[in-house]
DNA sequence: GATGTTGATG
DNA sequence: CATCAACATC
């Protein structure tokens, strides 16, 4: 039986990582990798570098930063940018598709600013409308793993000092209630099916502030999320250090999973 | 009798030149290297990568790009920066002092955008009072070296296409005779004196028109002239073409001369 | 602090 | 086209 891993990163500008994800790719051969902030529009987007090692990417950028990417050995099918409500569709934050045949969802949620800005307003409302995709595209009973930086750290072994993060964008009731209520469609914690109650376990480590991956100060904000379909032929979700040793400026790991398909 | 080279370089970001600039020290071991174009204010000068490497080094530069700097294996004497004229000294144009015993000028003469603007007349302004600093820092009768990018091309073949090219800030009358007036003081254009008469000898490669340097479409703008008691001694004078082929970005070549001390 | 962007310069 | 400054984002 063949590793099948789906994997997930913010890369934080794709052309400066492309040292990182390249060499990762060729050493894991993922199915799926999910990129989010490539920070490139679609012109510039660096698709030569994955073709060289036989791999497919699909991806969707502008010039306000943000953007997304997937990348996969099969050709994709399906694919689709963005959230299609007659709203604004935010393409360079969504890519639904199904890659080695399985359907596949990258999300960057959007970050929020501070809670009392109109940015953390959009951030709940994003959340809302993600999960009407979801509904209307996938079934909680079919087989589908979300994967991103969903910029929510869901409980207080997430962070590194919940009493004094209470009220982050990323960590608040709010925001919790929107993670919540995406879980009850119908979609599990792949990290926390395989590392219950483990605290301190971070897939964010910011570079502003020294020493953060020494001290362990951290955030789990990257999910792999799964239908009971898929959880269920899970073995193991680990956080991959290694790009965030790296360099600094890969402030978020790999996180990824293994699936027994 | 040990080699006395001295060589000015046009580096455009010295920042973004070090691992040009550096190397180059140390494999010709130079007992001066003028820089212009260093484009970086004093607080942010690199200057621990030159003492790494055994040089001293001064330099002055503000935000408004420009910028000059003179790095050296011995402790330089009686340095000064600019202008003291009364007017505006533009000390991110002219270093003097005394480098490994020989008095040198680092020089980085204003490029006037073009003829019929109010920088051209600065330009040459700025020559009269270069002159005129000159005269009363130096002798024509004593040892000096001027180096630097004067943005002057004197003769016909010192420009590509010298028909085309008439009336350019750098390709004038005008130009040519604050130019004229400077050799007047008394001072011997080096590179003149070992290839008189060699046409398309050039010294900067735009690169914003592709394939210069192959097409030998080129300008010669950075010199280093000397006084009698200093050509003298000069032994040769070239053009090191290696920093505009490693990289574009280097558009002026380093100029050097060696003298036998 | 490490990435973008824009607009100005040569 | 490659730099800079300024600003904006995470």
Redesign the pocket.
Known sequence: MPLFRIATYNV??I??RLHIVIPWLERNRPVVLCMQET???DDLFPADEFRKIGYHVVFRGG?K?NGVAVAAPETPREVKFGIDDGKEPCEDRLITGIFGGVPVINAYA??G?KMQAP?FQFKLEWYGRFREILSRRFSPKGRLVVCGDLNVAPEPIDVHNPKRLLGHVDFNPEIWKEFEELKKWGLLDLFRKHHAGEAGRFTFFD??IPGTVERNIGWRVDHILATKAMAGKSVRCEIDMAPRLAE??SDHTILFADFEI
């Open positions: 934080n500008s052309r400066s920070k490139v529009s010039k930063g959007p970050q600013f940015q570079y502003r600094k400026a």
